[in-house]
C-alpha cells in the first residue's frame, strides 16, 4: 500500500491542484483520499488500488465544491453583517520551501530545461482553464494512463462522453498552446 501511495502521490497532487486551483486544499484532499483509500481499501489487491484511489480522489475533489457552495450560501450573508475587517495573515514560511530538484529529472541542458518548464508551464494554464469534466477527463487519461473504461467508471458516466471530454480538451488546450505562440 505504502509503495503504490507513494508513486502516485506526486500526480495526485497535481490532478487535485488542477481540480480545485489552490495549493493547500489540494493537499488536503489528497492527504484525506489516501487514508480513506488505506483505512477502507487496505486488503484489497494491488491492482484494484488504482481505480479505487482514483474515484476517491474525484469524489473528495466534488464533495469540496459541493462544500464551498453551502458555504457561500451561507457565509456571503453572514459576511455582510461583520466590518471590512481582515483576519491577519498566517502564514508558514516552510510551506515555501521547494523540494531539492532531483538530477535525474532534468532535461539536459539549461536551454532545453527552460524550455520543457515553459511548455509545461503553458499545458497547466492550459488545464487551469478547461471545465472541470474535461479537466479530469484529460487528466485520467493521459495523466494517469487509463483507458477510456477505467475513466468512464472513475467519472460515472459512459465512454462516449469520456471521448467527447478528452478530444474537447485536448483542442482546446492546442488551441490555447498556438495562440501563445507554441509550434510543436
Known amino acids: 500500500m505504502s509503495d503504490f501511495l507513494a508513486e502516485v502521490e506526486r500526480r495526485a497532487y497535481k490532478q487535485a491542484l488542477f481540480g480545485v486551483k489552490d495549493r493547500h486544499v489540494a493537499l488536503d484532499i489528497v492527504q484525506d483520499a489516501m487514508l480513506k483509500l488505506a483505512e477502507n481499501y487496505g486488503a484489497r489487491p494491488a491492482e484494484e488500488l488504482p481505480a479505487l484511489f482514483q474515484r476517491i480522489l474525484q469524489n473528495a475533489i466534488r464533495d469540496h465544491y459541493r462544500r464551498q457552495r453551502v458555504r457561500a ?3 456571503s450573508p453572514l459576511s455582510a453583517l461583520k ?22 529529472d532534468a532535461a539536459g541542458p539549461p536551454a532545453a530545461a527552460l524550455e520543457q518548464a515553459q511548455t509545461v508551464g503553458l499545458i497547466e494554464k492550459a488545464l487551469e482553464a478547461l471545465p472541470p469534466r474535461q479537466r479530469q477527463a484529460f487528466l485520467l487519461r ?13 467519472m460515472g458516466c459512459s465512454p462516449g462522453s469520456v471521448k467527447t471530454h478528452c478530444s474537447r480538451a485536448t483542442h482546446a488546450i492546442a488551441a490555447f498552446l498556438k495562440s501563445k505562440g507554441f509550434e510543436p
Open 73 to 75: 450560501f451561507w457565509i
Open 142 to 154: 493521459y495523466w494517469e494512463e487509463m483507458d477510456v473504461a477505467e475513466a468512464a467508471e472513475i
Open 83 to 104: 466590518g471590512g475587517e481582515r483576519e491577519d495573515d498566517d502564514s508558514d514560511p516552510l510551506e515555501t520551501l521547494r523540494p531539492e530538484p532531483n538530477p535525474k
